[in-house]
């Protein structure tokens, strides 16, 4: 004689089932908590493997170029009318 049929699931378990309205959040979730934890180990295990950047100190020598020098303002030619600002914005 046969047992009973197997079912589908634990029924135990049934409550602990995710709703469909609620899956894109959880995905997004377990998406977003894994890239945490990958991202942190990197920057824990970042000096392990890469060089240890070394100190940088500025030079103190002077810069060989000459200061660059102001040009003269072009003209600049206005299409429209000119703007002129409303200070009084009850008079019109």
Do not use: H
């Amino acid at each position: 004689m046969a047992g009973p049929e197997p079912t589908a699931g634990l029924t135990c378990f049934r409550p602990m089932r995710i709703r469909e309205d609620n899956r894109n959040m959880f995905l997004l979730t377990a998406v977003a908590l894994c890239c945490a934890v990958v991202a942190g180990a990197f920057a824990v295990l970042a000096p392990v493997f890469g060089q240890s950047p070394e100190m940088q100190i500025a030079d103190d020598r002077e810069i060989d170029s000459p200061p660059p020098t102001q040009a003269s303002p072009a003209t600049v030619r206005v299409i429209g009318a000119p703007f002129v600002p409303n200070v009084n914005p009850s008079q019109r």
